[in-house]
């Protein structure tokens, strides 16, 4: 049976695969129009890995202007299931080189787009209009102009982020295997009394994405697990003033553990989702 292909989105200081043999790259539109990049197609062993860089290959995409449902839509078009979403956060009881699989999150995002599902306003497309046999409950839903909400009880995928987990503990790098990621909406920094407020409501990390793109991966009933990198202590902890230079520079610096993660996840893949996010929509359609 053919190997299902895996999604990787990069973050700062992460804007390419290179290990990888690349196939070609992949422009997809989607209904809610461009994605940050054009898809990396790249393979490793039989399986085709599709590589997203989130704020472009230049990185000349803020955070808060990423077109969210674009990326994630497009890696539904080009078969992918399950995605990885690898970012650097800031650290608020996890320090700079650490590295966090998160299972938890809280959501500052204020302004940005955050569900596919926007009832009457849900944008028209043909890419929703196919034949009745050939829809899934994503289509239906978007075809029709449902309203969804849709469950966070377990807001990463379970059976992604244990694959992440095994894959770091297997290649010898030290990951936590549990934290909370609070998004704030950016793309200026924290102050020091909202890392101090983050802290107190139980945040590890802080970060400007990814929360974003686990929801709406589940909306599109597909797996969604984040690797955070710790690029600097979180504002306030940190003694001096922060920097994207930092940001970039100690992500660099780790991005051979979470590229040795990354390899190992792909040898050890399981294709088969005995997760709850295949079915997400099963139920949360009004
Ligand atoms: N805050 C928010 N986002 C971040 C940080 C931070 O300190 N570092 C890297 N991404």
């Known amino acids: 049976m053919e190997k299902k292909p895996i999604g990787i989105i990069g973050g ?6 290179e290990g990888l043999e690349v196939i070609e790259h992949v422009k997809v539109d989607t209904p809610w129009g461009e994605p940050s990049d054009e898809y990396v197609k790249t393979r490793y062993g039989e399986r ?3 590589f997203l860089p989130r704020h472009g290959r230049n990185h000349d995409i803020p955070p808060h202007r990423v ?3 674009a990326n994630i839509w497009g890696f539904r078009k080009l078969g992918v299931e399950r995605i990885i979403g690898v970012s650097a956060v800031g650290g608020i009881t996890k320090k700079p080189g650490d590295i966090v699989i998160p299972d938890n999150f809280l959501d500052f995002s204020k302004q940005r787009p955050l569900t596919f599902y926007e009832g009457k306003y849900t944008v028209k497309s ?3 209009d196919i034949p009745a046999e050939e829809q899934d409950r994503v289509l239906l839903a978007l075809f029709h102009g449902k309203v969804v909400h849709i469950d966070v009880s377990r807001p990463f995928c379970p059976q992604t982020r244990e694959i992440l987990i095994r894959a770091a503990g297997d290649v010898y790098v030290d990951v936590y295997p549990h934290g909370t990621y609070a998004l704030m909406e950016g793309p200026r920094l924290e102050t020091p009394a909202e890392i101090q407020f983050l802290k107190t409501i139980g945040a590890d990390v802080v970060g400007m994405t990814m929360t974003t793109e686990a929801v709406l991966a589940r909306e599109l009933e597909l797996c969604y697990a984040g ?3 710790v690029t600097n202590w979180a504002a306030g902890i940190s003694t001096h003033k ?3 230079e930092e940001v970039v520079a100690t992500m660099r610096e780790n991005t051979e553990k979470v590229k040795k993660i990354l390899v190992r996840a792909f040898e050890t893949w399981q294709d088969e989702r005995l997760c709850l996010c295949k079915d997400a929509l099963k139920g949360t359609v009004m």
């Open 12 to 17: 700062s200081g992460l804007y390419n695969l």
């Open 48 to 50: 085709v890995i599709y």
């Open 67 to 69: 077109n969210y449902r």
């Open 126 to 128: 043909e890419e929703f």
């Open 227 to 229: 690797i955070n990198v």
């Open 242 to 244: 922060l920097t994207t």
